[in-house]
């Protein structure tokens, strides 16, 4: 009997200690978290960090679609301040900003029930894609038809969050305009689907380097606030 007790408790200790510290302590520290507030003298802005919520409607249809396969959704920390490399991380090259990008803080995903962090990263990393996104045609473009933008693209096409039908008179604003290799049949148009409209706000939601309340690189971020001192 007292050899089945240390074996439950050898049990407890192997399992239940690491669940409690490494899944329930975290959780429910996280869920603790709350929005806070901007100091105005401080930070230079005001309102509440993080400001704006994501598009969860279309969160849905990313979760759905496997868009986390390829993209995550998290800049790490470097931890030898190593930051240089950072600057413009994950968007072209060209005008890179002069400040490095932020890594990400686990504020940044509140009101997210699962944060999507991604999986690998064959695409880019889409923390910040709602910064640098181009027009909104342009993204339904690239969900339908990547190689109609980048002839080296290996994302998949998502044509499938769009309907074919056929053109009434004028094509309508929302059809897409695509280059004539990928256009459809002559007398048909492209139209996204509701889901398709979500996935794209959900995209331009993606905005995860707001400045964080206290943090130098928020003062660094607000040139106003910099001019006053
Ligand atoms: C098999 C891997 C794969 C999957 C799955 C995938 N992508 Fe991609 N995605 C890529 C690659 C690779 C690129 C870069 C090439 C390009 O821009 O066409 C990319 C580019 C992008 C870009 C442009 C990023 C930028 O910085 O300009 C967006 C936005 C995007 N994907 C969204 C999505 C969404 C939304 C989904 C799910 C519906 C998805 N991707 C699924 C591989 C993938």
Not at 62 to 86: F, K, N, S
Not at 153 to 167: G, I, K, Q, W
Not at 185 to 214: C, F, Q, R
Request: net charge positive.
């Amino acid at each position: 009997m007292s050899q089945f007790r240390t074996f439950i408790l050898a049990l407890i200790a192997s399992f239940g200690l690491p669940w409690l510290c490494l899944i329930v302590i975290p959780a429910v520290k996280y869920q603790a978290l709350t929005q806070i507030a901007y100091d105005k003298d401080r930070d230079g802005v005001e309102g509440l960090y993080p400001p704006a919520p994501i598009n969860r409607q279309g969160q849905l249809v990313y979760a759905r679609e496997g868009c986390v396969q390829c993209h995550t959704q998290m800049i790490r920390p470097t931890q030898l301040a190593l930051d240089g490399w950072r600057k413009g991380w994950g968007q072209d090259q060209e005008g890179r900003p002069a400040a490095a990008i932020r890594s990400n803080n686990l504020r940044d995903y509140l009101g997210e029930p699962f944060a999507f962090l991604g999986v690998q990263r064959n695409g880019p990393d889409l923390t910040n894609y709602g910064w640098r996104a181009p027009e909104r045609s342009k993204i339904h473009q690239m969900l339908f038809a990547p190689r109609s933008l980048h002839d080296w693209s290996n994302m998949p096409s998502f044509a499938h969050l769009y309907t074919e039908r056929l053109a009434q008179g004028q094509p309508a604003d929302k059809a897409l305009k695509l280059p004539k290799k990928f256009a459809v049949k002559e007398g048909y148009e492209v139209i996204p689907t509701p889901e398709a409209e979500a996935l794209v706000d959900y995209l331009l939601s993606l905005k995860k380097d707001y400045p964080v309340p206290g943090e130098s690189a928020a003062v660094a971020a607000a040139p106003a606030a910099a001019a006053k001192k």
